[in-house]
């Protein structure tokens, strides 16, 4: 007989179990930051093809290229320009921005614990459109993600007023 001890958790559930049961499945940043939310419905993908790790599928790695507008084809060598991208990326939000404050979309992903991110939709010149899947309430959204600079904020909260 097994024992429920063992049994991983359904989803939703609690950040507790989340640690207990797929701490190593989360990034660093990620370990503390589960524990501000009361529930969770959805964990994305694991910390290797997060932002703060190596993206092992090149379609993904493509979209958020291209999403971000980085053009790596420059005239430095492969090891100087990761070795001043690995050094930068931590300047923005904990690597989750770019430079530009634009957040870094991998396809899979979650936002917020809640939502999965399926496909972007678009980009404007203050923000990001995402198509998503809202886990909690089990049906497709469009979010949009601001850059995160005070300037866009602003904008996006005259916008949301508007709305």
């Keep these: 007989m097994v024992s429920r ?6 989803l939703p559930t609690t950040p ?3 640690l207990r049961y797929y701490i190593n499945d989360l990034s660093d940043y990620e370990k503390g930051e589960i524990l501000d ?4 419905y959805f964990l994305g993908k694991s910390k290797e093809k997060k932002v703060d790790g190596i993206q092992s599928n090149d379609k993904n790695k493509d979209l958020t290229e291209s999403t971000n507008g980085n053009n790596h084809s420059n005239s430095k060598s492969g090891s100087d320009r990761e070795g001043k991208e690995n050094k930068e990326q931590f300047n ?3 690597g989750y921005d770019d ?3 634009d957040y870094k979309i991998i396809v899979g992903d979650h936002i917020g614990y809640r939502y999965e991110i399926v496909e972007f939709l678009g980009k404007g010149s203050f923000g990001t459109a995402l198509r998503c899947i809202d886990h909690k309430e089990k049906k497709d959204i469009a979010i949009k993600i601001v850059k995160n600079k005070k300037k866009y904020y602003y904008q996006a909260s005259v916008e949301l007023k508007i709305l």
């Design 37 to 40: 939310y009361d529930k969770i």
């Design 16 to 18: 507790q179990n989340i």
């Design 5 to 10: 001890e063992n049994e991983i958790p359904a």
């Design 99 to 101: 430079d530009k404050g």
């Design 92 to 94: 923005h939000n904990y």
